[in-house]
Structure formats: C-alpha cells, structure tokens
C-alpha cells in the first residue's frame, strides 16, 4: 500500500455517481440517503439502554416498528463496504486524522465532532441530508431540495473564512 | 408501478434489502474514488481552488436526471410516482434553515453525512468522530421534536417540482439544469485556475497574503450576494404559489336556475343567510347553513364531486370555510334578492313581436317559475307570432297526368 491510486477524473466520477443514482432510482425506487441511517441507529441504540424515554417520544418511536431493517441502514452499510474496498484496492485505507499543519489533533477532532452534530440536527430538520435531498430530491427536480442544496452551499460558504485554519 | 423497472427497494424484503447494499456499495465506492473520503479535498470546495465537489456532484445529478426524463418518455419508468417515493415533500422554512446549519456543520466537520462513512471505511478517525455526531444530532433533534414540530412542518407546499413551478414540461426543465450545469462547469475550472495560482504565490511571499486576504474577502462577498439572489428567486415563484387565492366564481340567478333544473344532483345549495330568512324562502333544495355554522359539515374535507353554489344575503363575501371546498364554489350574483327577483316573480308575457330569444327566455322563466312557486298552471303562453310568410308557389304537377 505504497503507491496511491489517482483520484478519478471529477466529471467522469460524477457520471459513475449519477448511474449508480439511477439505477437506485429505476432498481430499488429508492433515493441514496445517508443521515436517515443514522438517526435509526441512534434510536435503536437508545431504546436499548431507555425503552420508556423512546416510547414517551412519538417521533422516535415510529423508527422501532421496523427498526434497522430498513433499506436505508443496509444502504450505508454498502456504503461502508464500498469504501473499504475503495480505499483498500488504491492504497489508501490507514489509519490518521485528515487535518491542516495548523490545528492540533484534538481540535480537529473536536470540530468534526461538532459539525456531525450540527447536521445530524439540520438533516432531520430537513428531511435529509446531501443525498437524500440534494442528490437524490435534486435530481428528480424536487423545489424543496433545490432550495435546500443552495442553502448547504450558501453555509458552508458563510463559514468557511472563519475556520480555514483547520486546513492549512 | 407502470414501466419496465419495477422497483425491488421499497419495504424490508430480503431482495430489498440486498438491493440496498448493492446499491449503497455503488455509491461508497465511487465516493472514494473522487476523494470524498478526506475532508481537506471535501473542504477545498468552500476555498475555491478545488471545486471537486460541486463538478461531481452536479455532473451525477445531471446524469441521473436527464436518465429519469429518458426512462419516462420512452414509458420504462413511471417518474411522478417515482419521484415522489424518492423525494420528501417541500417545507420551505426547515429546509431553508436545516440547509444552512447543514452547510455549516460540513464546513466544520470537513464531510457530510454520507461522505463521512466513507472517511470511517478509509480509516479516518476525523470521519468516525462525525458519523458519531451526526448519530448524536439526530438524537438531539429526536429529543427536541415536541417542541419544534411547528417549525419542523412549516412552509409546507406538498410534493412541488421545479417543472411545476416554471409550468413547463419536465424535459425543458432538465435541459436548462443541464446548460446551466456545464456553464458553471466553465466557471469552476476558471475560479479554481485562479485560486490555485493565488494560494501557490501567497505560499511564497508574505506580501501577497494581504492581497490574497482582499481577494479572499471578495470572493465571498461576490458568492454571498449571489447566494442571496439565488435564494431570493428561489422563494420567489414558491411564495407567489403560497396561497392559490381561491375565489367562488358568481353564477347568475338564471345560471343557476337552469343548473337546478337539468342537473340537480351536481349542485349543492347552501343558504348561508339568518335561519329564519332562510326557512322563509329559500333556492329549491338549499340547505340552510348559516355562515357561523359552516365549520360544522366539513365542507373542507369533501370529495369535492358536486359544485357547491352559496346563496348569501346582501353582503355577498363568501366564508372562508365555504371556500376551502375542494370542488368548484359558485356564488349567486346578487344574493337571494336576486334569486326572488328572478325566479319567484312571475315573468311578464314578451310583446307579440319579440325575438326568438326574449320568447325562449320568457319559456323558461315561466316553467321555472312554475316549477318554484308551485302556480297550479304555468302563465300562459305569447300568442304566436304573426310573422308572414309568402307561400311557395305550387309545383306543377310533372309527369304522367
């Protein structure tokens, strides 16, 4: 694992993404989704330790009625699969943080940790994330992930200047 | 489902669910391999010299776009139905907010929910620090659903699509997204051409970082306005179909005369007037609903199959209730007055010579009047007109005599 695999050309992986996208579509009628998952797994974690609080909580008891078997959950865990093997066959599964000379481990830690649960809240108020609404609602022309995809871009841009340390 | 694909996903079937990681292996794998499994090439969108993210993205949301548009016209998928099993429905104030907090926690995190999977598969710690965010946002959010459920189902415009709010077919919509799409392709290679060029110069001398600083403070004031207008034409058509400003449409107290007697059964007559002017006198067949009691039949939640005609007093608003029906809603032009004007007076005999029209006229009002007021014979009919009319001249008779 020495020698790294180039990252693909950017058009021709947004062209390998948008047919496995359709094929979702035509196969499964089904949208790619991500934080759907998540907030299963997060349900189902706590109704293991508090069964009463998930009950009280009408919201999240109607995730238990099938649980994590659900296509969303088998879906990211392709997902997880597909990256292994991804970044295993060009060299570049190991271990390490992803950040700037400029920010400490722990910071960097704690930043990606923040900002999951920033869009873990946002994605639910949402109704998905950047595939659910802005890949998969986008692509069937849905009005309201439109406005939610300018929105991702209109945030990140906002913020960007103030956090550029962590990448530099 | 119509169409030649016939979806294996919806439901928890073991075929489904086979499907679902076959599937989402697609979607990790090709993540991978642009290099959404680091966040620093993820962030670099939002620093302009790398725009990976915004060219795969739309390069994949234009493929699968204009292959559903296809699939449709040639009858191989059924694309409304498809796509509302695939898109949520449009609540424009949580997808507004949710956007910009989602935005901002990408810029924070370095990846987004889905990339951040792929970040743990290629063993980031950073990337497993947000999947466990994210799990614990969800949670945060599921604990904080009671309280901002309003907000949660607020600005909501059912299932909309961008085709229904231009009003064109959807394949028109798909081309301009598509030229839209490689125009900003354009930009981007130019932007990142710049940017790049700035980051490999300030890296080297000092001085240039105060000018990158300007440009920097440029670019993102250039990109906020943009976004601003972007949002502003967006919220624009949505707000403008907001309220579909129904109105009951008046109908004339002959209109409505002559729809009671041919079709009876399409019409439904409420008399929203006092109880008691109503029970006076009132269109044949009305119930009497006063306005205050309308809330009470539910009209709002109707099938909507018959047209409902509302005889009103001499304020002829019509309630708002009456008005949340789903079917067509008629107004009598001109209240009950007009309706006793029209058809409880009997009609007065046209002159000898009056057109065909004020005769056929004088007909019906008689027979509806008749009919209404329940005279045991209906007024007499017009003298027939004396109208001449020469005569032919006789043929003479041809042939054998």
Redesign the interface.
Known sequence: MTTQ?K??N??L???????????????????????GA??R???T??DAIAPAHVAA????AGVKE?GL???????????????????YT?G?????????AGVSTGR??A???????????????????????????????????????????????????F??R??R | MNGFFFPLGIGAGEIGLVTAVLIGFGFGFVLERAGFGRADKLAAQFYLHDMTVFKVMFTAIVTAMLGLVVAGELGLANVAELSRAIASETFLWPMLAGGFLLGMGFIISGYCPGTSVVATASGHLDGVMTVAGVVAGSLIYGEIQPAAAAFHTSGARGSLYLYELAGVPAWVVALAVTAMAIGLFFGAEKVEKIFRAKRAVSAERPEDVRAERRTMRRAFGTLGAAAAMMLTAAALPVSATTAPAKTAEPIAAHALAARLLDEPWNLRVLDVRDREACAEARVPGAECVPADDLAGLGLRYAAGARDLAIVGGEDESVPAEALAYPGKVYRLDGGFAAWKAYALTAPEIPEADAGADAREDYKLRAAIHAALTGAAAAAPPPAPAQVYVPSAPKKKAGGCS
């Open positions: 695999t990252f693909w950017p058009y992986a947004g062209l390998a993404l948008g047919a496995v996208l359709l094929a979702s579509f035509l196969v499964a009628g089904h949208g790619l989704g991500a934080s998540s907030y797994l997060g349900v974690a706590l909580n009408e919201y999240m099938h078997r659900d296509w969303l959950v088998f879906e990211v865990l392709g997902v997880f699969l597909g990256g292994v093997v991804a970044a060009a570049r599964l190991r271990p390490g943080v992803i950040k700037g960097r830690l930043f990606a940790l923040g900002g999951g649960v920033l869009m873990g809240i946002a994605a639910r108020l949402a109704r998905g994330c950047t595939s659910g609404q802005a890949l998969s609602g986008g692509a069937v022309l849905s009005a309201g992930s439109w406005i939610f995809m300018l929105m991702v871009f209109a945030g990140g841009y906002a913020l960007a200047y956090v550029r962590q990448w």
